[in-house]
């Protein structure tokens, strides 16, 4: 046995309608997830013992389900029920919920199989926070060409291209590593990314080649809210280097500013005041959701309206 391995945690998971310690847990070496990477994956933040942007992540799960014609295999209801059993033993510390569903068990044919069970996997994990002092001294970043396939809008379980693409910045001892297909920014790894030019926080079109994240949605009503100008368009390589700040996003980075590109500083190398603005936002927005999470489930629990 290999080290990792040994250590696998006892935490809780839930695979295919049962609760059990995520060290035993199981699968078919039919399924399709594990053959082809047939299947999709979805990753919520919990803060506060409530799961953040929950709406929008299982809007974004049901999507990818029927990019790939597989029947979502829960309601909204369903799904929140699962959550809220996995999360519970966790208090207010951040913890991280990541769910998987693939097409399920069948022998090995790349056509697509009707009428399989979807095997559903979900699992909890603790959700470490960045040290302020890295987000007060902002990260490195290297770039790439996006060499990965034309569907990355499908949030797809399929990821050795991110997986080699964030290898690139591991090598090179960066954060994150940023790509641009025909010179045209796409997104990072595993990161959405921002460039913000004359107080504006711009963003790349939501199309194909771009996972769209939450935070794009998040960020919208965030810069309504700051009064901050918000616009999706194409960004160039050159603009990128030129910005006067630079962003990556994810559920669990948050929000961080880039201060270096591929070892060249992004303005005056120091987080910027549209970064700072946003993530003050973003810890309230946090705070805002847990709250209204929790009056609703006591509206709930005395049968008034939430």
Request: net charge neutral; charged share 25%; glycine share 8%.
């Amino acid at each position: 046995m290999h080290p990792i391995t040994d250590a696998l945690p006892a935490t809780l998971c839930y695979l295919d309608g049962e609760y059990t310690a995520l060290r035993d847990a199981k699968i078919s070496v039919l399924d399709r997830g594990f053959i082809f990477g047939d299947g999709i994956y979805e990753y919520v933040p919990v803060y506060f013992g409530q799961p953040f942007c929950f709406e929008e992540h299982m809007a974004r799960l049901a999507r990818s389900l029927a990019e790939l014609q597989i029947d979502n295999p829960h309601t909204l209801d369903g799904w929140r029920d699962i959550v809220t059993h996995l999360v519970a033993t966790g208090g207010d510390a951040p913890q991280s919920v990541y769910f998987q569903v693939t097409r399920g068990v069948a022998p090995r044919d790349h056509a697509m199989v009707r009428g399989l069970r979807p095997t559903v996997f979900v699992m909890v994990n603790p959700l470490p926070p960045i040290a302020d002092a890295v987000r007060a001294k902002g990260v490195a970043c290297v770039t790439a060409a996006d060499f990965r396939w034309q569907k990355a809008h499908i949030k797809s379980t399929s990821l050795l291209g991110a997986v080699l693409a964030r290898q690139i910045s591991v090598e090179a001892g960066a954060t994150e590593t940023i790509m641009f297909r025909d010179e045209w920014l796409s997104e990072a790894s595993s990161s959405n990314v921002w460039i913000v030019q004359d107080g504006k926080l711009i963003g790349p079109p939501k199309n194909n080649l771009v996972l769209t994240g939450i935070r794009y949605g998040l960020f919208e009503r965030l810069c309504e809210e700051r009064g901050i100008p918000f616009e999706l368009r194409r960004i160039s390589r050159d603009e990128v280097f030129a910005a006067d700040e630079l962003l990556i996003s994810s559920a669990s980075k948050e929000l961080l500013p880039v201060v270096t590109l591929d070892g060249k500083a992004i303005a005056n190398g120091r987080p910027g005041p549209i970064y700072q603005s946003l993530y003050e936002a973003y810890q309230e927005a946090k705070v805002r959701n847990a709250e209204n999470a929790k009056n609703a489930t006591h509206a709930k629990k005395q049968g008034a309206p939430a």
